[in-house]
């Protein structure tokens, strides 16, 4: 019975031992297969790498140029008036006249305002009879010292009596003088009762009528500015301070303002620099006059300034566009045999995009257009800049992927 019940046991435990062996088996030899084939990929991947020529690369070039390149200042000046004047009265009356409006350009000694003058023609008038009546005292002193000295001569009259009589003939003629003293100033008194014009220019907004009364020195009549010529102040780099004492010299540089919305652009002449930076901007105020016929320069409007400082003679110019800013600093690429050869530059001066360097000569291929995928010693191809011929822009394509195509195949061993 005991025999009976141990048998199957046995062969259950068996069975189950000898599944458990077969499936370690073929984990075992799966794991194996599989760990020798992976190291193959990862040591041929850098020998490949290494082994694999630069892709041609499509570009436009241009030819680096000889020139004089002009090193232009650019900045924002602002129209002023070489003169504006604030009229006021230099005396207290009324407004008898006003002979100009608003707005109207007057000329330099034209009559603007006619003031209340009665008072000042009868103190003139007054000055004048005064005069006539010293002038005869005058006369009659005269007389009297002649008769003196006649008496004095046939012993009637003593030395003190002619000398007496001198006197008042001096004192006479000292009345006279100060008579014509008090009628010019009588004159300049009336002369303020009619307010011209200090130069040529145009008026501003008229601020008395007829009939106001006006305070001497107080009363602000009317504003005259002038705006031919006229002037544009600015601000120059405290760098260009030489260039622009230079530029000074003579009739003064050239400076050309241009109005904003294409309001027109004008050339005129430096005219003067101050005398000290501006410690807190580091920049030196300017002046410019400009010409002004036709009134389009006005007072307060805001214009855009360029003046040529000095130029860069026979310097070597290439686009701004065709530079590189890298971790080598500034570089160009150049086309040399069909490669591209990597050339430190030296930006000297860079305007309108265009820029003077260093580092390269005149004549040059510079690489522009398609610089980014260009590395040291990339096979170039050169892009037409345009079709010729009448050849369409699809056939110049094929054409430059034929020759990439021929390019890559010489490439290839």
């Known amino acids: 019975m005991k025999i009976a019940v141990h048998r199957p046991l046995v062969a259950l435990c068996a069975f189950v031992t000898l599944a458990l062996g077969a499936c370690s088996g073929k984990t075992e030899s799966a794991g ?65 006249k006003v002979h100009f409006s608003d707005g109207q350009f007057v000329k330099k000694g034209q009559v603007l305002f006619t003031l209340d003058s009665r008072t000042d023609e009868a103190n003139l008038a007054k000055a004048r009879a005064q005069l006539v009546k010293d002038q005869a005292s005058l006369a009659d002193a005269k007389r009297q010292y002649e008769r003196a000295r006649q008496l004095f001569t046939q012993n009637f009259l003593s030395q003190g009596a002619v000398d007496t009589a001198q006197t008042l003939m001096d004192s006479a003629a000292a009345s006279t003088v100060a008579d014509q003293a008090a009628i010019t100033a009588a004159q300049v008194a009336l002369s303020f009762d009619r307010i011209v014009a200090p130069g040529s220019g145009r008026a501003g907004v008229v601020n008395v009528s007829v009939g106001s009364l006006v305070q001497a020195n107080v009363t602000p009549l009317v504003t005259i500015t002038q705006l031919d010529p006229i002037a544009v102040a600015f601000s120059i780099p405290q760098r260009n301070l030489p260039d622009a004492l230079a530029a000074l010299k003579g ?118 257009d398609g610089k980014q995928n260009v590395r040291p010693n990339s096979p170039l191809v050169e892009r037409a800049k345009e079709a010729k011929n009448g050849a369409s822009a699809p056939a110049a394509a094929e054409g430059n992927k034929a020759a990439a195509s021929a390019a890559t195949g010489a490439a290839k061993p």
């Open 251 to 368: 009739k003064g540089a050239v400076v050309t303002a241009r109005l904003a919305d294409g309001g027109g652009s004008f050339k005129g002449h430096l005219q003067f620099v101050d005398n000290a930076v501006n410690a807190s901007s580091g920049t030196i105020q300017a002046k410019a006059v400009f010409a002004n016929p036709d009134s389009k320069l006005w007072p307060g409007a805001y214009v855009e300034i360029a003046q040529t400082v000095t130029t860069l003679a026979d310097a070597t110019t290439i686009p701004q566009a065709a530079v590189v800013q890298s971790a080598r600093g500034t570089i160009v690429y150049v086309l040399e045999d069909g490669k591209a050869r990597l050339q430190p530059v030296k930006v000297v001066y860079s305007e309108a995009g265009e820029a003077a360097v260093t580092g390269i000569k005149p004549g040059e291929l510079v690489v522009m």
């Open 32 to 96: 194996s297969g599989a760990a020798p084939a992976s190291p193959a990929p990862t040591a041929s991947a850098p020998a490949a790498a290494a082994s694999a020529p630069l892709p041609p690369v499509t570009v436009t070039t241009v030819k680096a140029l000889k020139r004089d390149f002009p090193v232009t200042l650019q900045g924002n000046g602002v129209v002023s008036p070489l003169n504006s004047v604030d009229l006021r009265s230099q005396v207290t009356s009324t407004v008898s």
